[in-house]
């Protein structure tokens, strides 16, 4: 049987190509706007240093660097290489200056202690095996007074949308990854890591077991997503 790690690197090495396309679909959009009211918050400055963990193919790595601009540089990192080419082709025609993308663990980061301004994950966390190493290591390598970030799936507390999102989930979203992407068991697997993710509350917690400070929540879409951002002790 596949450890987590192993099913999640196949789910993604598989589904690469159609990622950008099928997020659309699936969130309807509204995963873009989540990102930019977050952005917003965060007030990313000219000449930052950013961090963007699982960042799959790239798309909160270039919006970062369009905030640091060319004083700045911004990382993004994934341990699939499959989507890491997807956002190299993206960087050789946008010409984005300062990103780089690296293959690596998230839970290992290949950086030393107080590296960046912040340090971002979106909808990758759930897909870890150990989400308060992970923030361990986001926390360790963002600098004292940097943030780190994240913007993931939640669960609705909203009664009928509660049940609503999860029959959406369950039964729709893997039949969209068949017709759409044809990868329904990719797609199931989304569903199931969805599902199993923390509450708000509870990554809230983690957030301050990581050491973090000062922690911020915003729920999008009735609960279905959330912004999650703690600050790093000076």
């Keep these: 049987m596949l450890s987590k790690e192993e099913r999640v690197h196949s789910v993604f090495e598989k589904i690469s190509d159609q990622y950008d396309y099928m997020n659309d679909l699936i969130s309807f959009k509204q995963h873009s706007k989540w990102r930019k009211d977050t952005m917003k918050r965060m007030k990313v400055q000219p000449g930052n240093h950013c961090l963007d963990v699982c960042c799959g193919t790239g ?3 270039f919006a970062l660097a369009e905030e ?3 004083e700045g540089r911004v990382v993004g990192l994934d341990f699939s290489q499959n989507m890491l080419n997807v956002g190299i082709e993206k960087l050789k025609k946008r010409q984005s200056h300062g990103v780089s993308f690296i293959h690596g663990n998230a839970m290992e980061l290949p950086f030393e202690d107080n590296s960046f301004d912040f340090v971002t994950i979106g909808f990758g966390l759930r ?7 992970t923030l361990k290591e986001m926390a360790r390598v963002v600098k004292p007074g940097g943030r780190v970030v994240c913007l993931e799936t939640s669960h609705p507390t909203v009664p009928v949308f509660k049940q609503l999102f999860k029959f959406y989930f369950t039964y729709i979203m893997p039949v969209f990854g068949k017709l759409f992407a044809k990868s329904y068991q990719e797609y199931a697997w989304l569903q199931e890591s969805t599902e199993a993710f923390l509450t708000k509350e509870e990554l809230k917690e983690l957030f301050k077991q990581a050491g973090l400070s000062n922690v911020e929540v915003k729920s999008y879409a009735l609960g279905a997503a959330a912004m999650h951002t703690g600050k790093k002790q000076q």
């Design 127 to 133: 897909n870890v095996p150990d989400y308060l190493q």
């Design 59 to 61: 798309e909160w790595t």
């Design 68 to 70: 640091v601009g060319t």
